[in-house]
């Protein structure tokens, strides 16, 4: 797809990034993560990703979630950029109805401590409820006020905190096959150590920072470094739209 001299279309992009066709029987869940990264690999500069971002990744960003039955977002990603709730788009309000969708996706919130603002309009007024996905030893009290607020609290892990791949199955049993992770570096580390990402939609924009910025992943290395082969790549004014899955 060639951009020439005009923006691509919420179509086009939504056809570019569309999920895989589930196959026969119980759809299984399709994890992708949507990350972007300057030319020396920093995920974000002075604590947000919007300076190394452009217009066009952000409507790449606005397809994935619009395609997407849930974002699955690291805690300190939701405090940092200030997460605000999914919106329902007229452009997808087709696509989504077909597909058996909300009008748009539910935010998951990954946190063990829950020490989150839970009078947000993230829990108080989205148009579908958001999650928060901790772990069975979570204080109790601020479940309790999650849930008061308006969320839905779900238990993806024995202790404090929560196993990726359980969050992967509760989710897919909450009937949310269609994922889409945003981060942070910290949760997508999780996610690809624990062998559950099925791609990696990658926007590298044309920037150098140096610094000490996190990369897209971090925590510990794998043993051996997971292969990914390229799906699709898009470039408009220096940025690459990289689609990779699992090898
Ligand atoms: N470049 C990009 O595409 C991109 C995307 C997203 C974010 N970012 C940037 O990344 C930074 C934030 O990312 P981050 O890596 O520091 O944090 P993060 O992954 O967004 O969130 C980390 C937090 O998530 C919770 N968490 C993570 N794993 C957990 C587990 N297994 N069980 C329970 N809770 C878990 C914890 O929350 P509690 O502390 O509440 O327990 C933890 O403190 C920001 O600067 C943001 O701008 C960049």
Redesign the pocket.
């Known amino acids: 797809m060639a951009p020439e001299d005009r923006e691509w279309s919420l179509d086009e992009l939504a056809e570019a990034y569309a999920y895989p066709e589930p196959g026969p029987g119980e759809p299984a869940p399709w994890l992708r993560a949507?990350?972007?990264?300057t030319l020396d690999g920093?995920?974000?500069h002075d604590?947000?990703?919007?300076p190394?971002?452009n217009a066009t990744d952000m409507r790449i960003f606005g397809t994935l979630r619009g395609l997407a039955d849930v974002v699955l977002?690291?805690?300190?990603?939701?405090?940092?950029?200030g997460y605000r709730p999914a919106r329902a788009r007229a452009e997808f309000a087709e696509r989504r109805e077909a597909a058996g969708q909300g009008p748009a996706p539910a935010i998951a919130?990954?946190?063990?401590?829950?020490?989150?603002d839970f009078s947000l309009p993230l829990f108080t007024s989205p148009l579908v409820p958001t999650l928060v996905?901790?772990?069975a030893a979570a204080a109790p009290d601020r479940i309790a006020t999650a849930e008061k607020a308006g969320a839905r609290v779900v238990i993806?892990?024995d202790g404090?905190?929560?196993?990726?791949a359980r969050?992967v199955r509760a989710l897919a049993e909450l009937g949310h096959t269609r994922l889409l992770t945003?981060?942070?570096?910290?949760?997508?580390?999780?996610l690809v150590a624990a062998g559950v990402l099925d791609e990696l939609c990658l926007?590298v924009s044309p920037l150098l920072t140096a610094g000490d910025?996190?990369r897209?992943a971090?925590g510990p290395s794998v043993a051996v470094p997971h292969r990914f082969t390229l799906v699709s790549l898009l470039e408009e004014g220096g940025f690459l739209y990289g689609r990779y899955g699992r090898a």
């Open positions: 949507n990350m972007v990264s920093a995920a974000q604590g947000r990703s919007q190394i971002s977002v690291g805690a300190e990603t939701v405090r940092q950029e919130i990954v946190s063990a401590s829950l020490d989150l996905l901790t772990g993806a892990g404090m905190g929560v196993e990726p969050a945003e981060g942070g570096p910290r949760l997508l580390g999780q926007t910025a996190q897209i971090g």
